[in-house]
């Protein structure tokens, strides 16, 4: 059984940083691809960052290149996503993913985490 943690939510306001992990276990972590993507109130899931289980790739959506950084650790299974230069407009349910392609089409992902609430103040 598949399962996936998110932690390192909060609350900051803009212009702060916030550190997300996502711990997997169940799945062989090192050979899937993994993403980040967000929600937020009335609107549709879109896609955050993607990263290629080998390391050798990473994709950011427009809204986030320059400011979000993502990477993993595959000798532990996590996946992190490092937020910098937090807007309001940030504000969402920031959740992981597994097994998607690593681009801008965000699809295949099939495992899903249960999110963490990121909330930036102005």
């Known amino acids: 059984q598949v399962q996936m943690q998110e932690s390192g939510g909060g609350s900051v306001q803009a212009g702060g940083s916030l550190r997300l992990s996502c711990t997997a276990s169940g799945l062989t972590f090192d050979v899937y691809n993994m993403g980040w993507f967000r929600q937020a109130p009335g609107k549709e899931r879109e896609g955050v960052s993607c990263?290629?289980?080998?390391?050798?790739?990473?994709y950011y959506a427009d809204s986030v290149k320059g400011r979000f950084t993502i990477s993993r650790d595959n000798a532990k299974n996590t996946l992190y996503l490092q937020m910098n230069n937090l807007k309001p407009e940030d504000t969402a349910m920031y959740i992981c993913a597994a097994g998607g392609s690593c681009s801008g089409s965000w699809t295949g992902f099939a495992d899903w985490g249960q999110g963490t609430q990121v909330t930036v103040s102005s």
């Open positions: 990263i290629k289980w080998d390391n050798s790739l990473t």
